[in-house]
């Protein structure tokens, strides 16, 4: 073993101790630093062997909807499915991400009015698309109002990915609530389709978690779209 292969191995191995030792004292951070530099920050994807199993070339789409009984710019489903399309698509792993091609939603609104899209199921339209999996999205609930003065997100949705071809449920997963910022800003502050925007890409990342892979620590900043509120 040469010497650096043997000071990089000692690193490894002394790591997690010294992190143990020196917790307790406040030098956590510095030390983790070092550590994420040899192992990375990202955790895989909820499903990694899912979407690993995906066969290149594969045609997906993301659909979005709910019965939620909201119209205009308050109906999240096209913001939804455009973020969570570009996020999943831009953020798996080179070899996986220039294997798929992915059917954007301006597509899926061209092709179904609103009674079909609300109740056609995600195999139906899928095939109609020429799609070989869907990822859709069932949104339980939504709001970002946290009083008549403060925004604050929270949504619940059903997540499934499906085969088109057999109809195979390939992964099905009921979110917990996601509620975001963790305080609540003021409305005076900025306009409600801002603040919707916002508050849905991040929503389409926290939904991102289950296909691609994600820094686990992202959510600690989470209050760093609205720095100055």
Known sequence: ??????????LALGL??????F???GCA???MMPYYLIYGTDAPAVFKDEMKA??????MVVIC???????????PNADLAQSLTYVISTEMKDKKKKKLVWIPFSEVEDKFDEEEFNSQSFEKMGKALGADYVIGVEIDSFEIHHSTQFYQGS???????VRVEDCETVIRQSM???????????SADLEEIEFQKTYTVRLARNIATLFCPHDPHAEYAADSDFPER
């Open 1 to 10: 073993m040469t010497r650096s292969r043997r000071l990089v191995f000692a």
């Open 16 to 21: 997690p101790a010294l992190f143990a030792l």
């Open 23 to 25: 917790s307790a004292s």
């Open 29 to 31: 951070g510095a030390l």
């Open 54 to 59: 995906i066969p290149k070339e594969s045609k």
């Open 65 to 75: 909807r709910s019965n939620l009984n909201l119209f205009g710019s308050a109906n």
């Open 155 to 161: 949504a619940k949705v059903l997540v499934r990915m």
């Open 176 to 186: 917990p609530n996601y509620v975001y910022p963790p305080t609540p800003v003021p």
